[in-house]
């Protein structure tokens, strides 16, 4: 997908964007991974995230000028989508930010490749990226309210990843919606 001038259709040169990089699984992963938030909100408790909005974050851009999603579709075009098959094998609950995830005990190369490039050219192109290193996972329950050890025996999810997408994220009462702005499918 090419770069095209301008903010998006629907968003004013002034407006403000809060904008990710991630991954979105296909239907049949989101439907597994509705299975493992049942299973961990009975053991955790906390809000079930709704499962058309289910991702892997790749790279966390935050509050962009809209002038600016331009060079954002530049770089997803850049990064390009590498062939990478994800399992997802492990659950658990990390207290800091109060969150059930799905994660992997094996983070593929080609997907930790890719949450680099992205994050080396945003900071190239002067956005603010995170330090830390990258975690996958996915966010099935936010606000839990015990992180108590969550069953381990839950069908391990494998997930063919076809592409990677760019994500508006906004904020209304009820929480998080996101729209997929751009996406990039695999090489
Ligand atoms: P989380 O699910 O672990 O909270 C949209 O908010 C996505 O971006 C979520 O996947 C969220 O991760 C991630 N995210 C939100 N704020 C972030 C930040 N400051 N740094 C990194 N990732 C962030």
Known sequence: MGAHPGPPPGAAADERLRVYFALWPPAEVAAQLGAWQQVLHAALGGRIMRPDGLH?????????AAPRLPE????????????????????GAWRHNRIGWAGTRAVPPALAGLAAALADALRGAGFSV?????????????????????????????WDVSGFCLVRSRLDARGARYERLAGWPRR
């Open 56 to 64: 892997v974050t790749l790279a966390f851009v935050g509050d962009i």
């Open 72 to 91: 954002l579709l530049e770089i997803g075009a850049r990064a390009g989508a590498p062939a990478a098959s994800l399992c997802l094998d492990q659950a």
């Open 130 to 158: 995170e330090s830390r290193p990258w975690v996958p996972h996915v966010t099935l329950l936010r606000n839990v309210v015990r992180c108590a050890p969550v069953p381990q025996d839950l069908a391990p999810v494998r």
